[in-house]
């Protein structure tokens, strides 16, 4: 059955232009400067550096300080982009922000970084896919290069989660952090890879483990929603960890197999920090070597949509990420949702 699911799924790529891929150009991240360690963890909640570091592989992560907003972290984040490849932001045709943790629900954050950042023409939307949001803004930024409608397209990914963490939960804030990362698409040259394929599912039924129910239409704010905390993460992370570990290795497995490849001739493996446990489990189940897979969640803890740009600069950093490596990006998030996506480093 499986086998032909992907010879149908094969066959309808090969009708798709492939021509006008997009591929990414540029990469710019940013963490605010403030650093909560797992030692000031300690003296806030009843927990221990070791327990944080064994259960999740987090050291310290970075937090943005009050009246700091997710537009601002995708603004510095876009800055170094541009500080690390020169042109001229006018250029950009549409910006797309994966956040959920908007700067509030109305206007988009990508108004706020189109304002922020004086583009005078161009247009945008935010994506909310939790922590896939990256991979889903990413994804979405391509259709444009791939339909020919945008030459330019920054996609952010930006979160600040300390806004809605409940700093008493011990189960909750000893994993967010706050950052985020920009890339630029542009449209590959012919007979280049760029981004090459992708796979991406929602499922609903996930919503009951992981939301923050105050806030939005069925609960405007009202004292009694700040009363019951319901402007914080809610999240039974047992539940969350289950299928992220599941999720994230059938989707990566089923994307390879698609295309004809199997983990060992992916060059980097770089997947949603949520933690490392998760990580290393798709990575065994894959059979890729550990020096493929790439680890930042010690430093950042998890940042949302910020963790696979924020984990692409480690990767070049550390030099495992260089022009023409093929790459796997993998996240799974609140929804639930997941997406992984295969590409070719074009820089
Ligand atoms: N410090 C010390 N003990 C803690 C703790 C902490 N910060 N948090 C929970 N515990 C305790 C629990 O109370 C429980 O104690 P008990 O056995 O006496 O009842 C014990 O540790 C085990 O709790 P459990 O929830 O089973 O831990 P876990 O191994 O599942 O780890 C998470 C908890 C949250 C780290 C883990 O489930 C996880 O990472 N889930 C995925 C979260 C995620 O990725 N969310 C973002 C979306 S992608």
Request: aromatic share 6%.
């Amino acid at each position: 059955m499986i086998q032909n699911d992907c010879a149908v799924i094969l066959f309808r790529r090969t009708l798709l232009p492939t021509t006008r891929r997009a591929k990414i150009t540029a990469l710019g991240t940013y963490v605010p400067p403030r650093v909560l360690t797992n030692k000031h963890l300690e003296k806030m909640v009843d927990t221990t550096d070791q327990w944080i570091l064994e259960r999740t592989g987090i050291r310290e992560r970075h937090l943005a300080d009050k009246g700091v907003a997710a537009s601002d972290l995708a603004v510095e984040a876009v800055k170094k982009l541009v500080a690390s490849h020169p042109f001229d932001l006018q250029e950009v045709d549409v910006i797309v922000v994966g956040t959920v943790t908007p700067d509030m629900m109305y206007p988009s954050t990508a108004c706020l970084v189109q304002h922020k950042l004086s583009i005078a023409r161009t247009w945008g939307f935010d994506v909310s896919a939790g922590c896939s949001g990256f991979v889903y803004a990413l994804n979405a930024g391509a259709q444009f290069i791939e339909s020919g409608r945008a030459k330019k397209v920054l996609v952010i990914g930006a979160d600040v989660n300390s806004s809605m963490t409940d700093f008493t939960d011990r189960a909750v804030c000893i994993i967010f952090g706050d950052g985020a990362g920009a890339v630029l698409l542009e449209p590959a040259e012919e007979g280049e890879d760029g981004i090459i394929d992708y796979e991406a599912q929602i499922e609903g039924m996930g919503g009951q483990y992981l939301y923050m129910p105050g806030g939005g239409s069925l609960n405007p704010a009202s004292h009694e929603t700040v009363d019951k905390k319901m402007h914080y993460i809610h999240q039974d992370g047992q539940q969350v960890f289950k299928y992220a570990v599941k999720k994230m290795s059938e989707m990566t497995e089923r994307l390879l197999r698609k295309n004809g490849l199997t983990g060992q001739e992916v060059d980097c493996f770089i997947a949603h920090q949520a933690n490392m446990r998760i990580i290393k489990a798709t990575a065994d189940r894959l059979k890729m070597p550990t020096e493929k897979v790439i680890i930042n969640i010690d430093r950042y803890g998890n940042t949302t949509a910020g963790t696979i740009p924020l984990a692409m600069q480690t990767a070049i950093d550390e030099g495992k990420l260089k022009k023409g490596d093929l790459v796997l990006l993998a996240a799974v998030g609140a929804g639930f949702t997941s997406g992984t996506t295969l590409l070719r480093w074009a820089y």
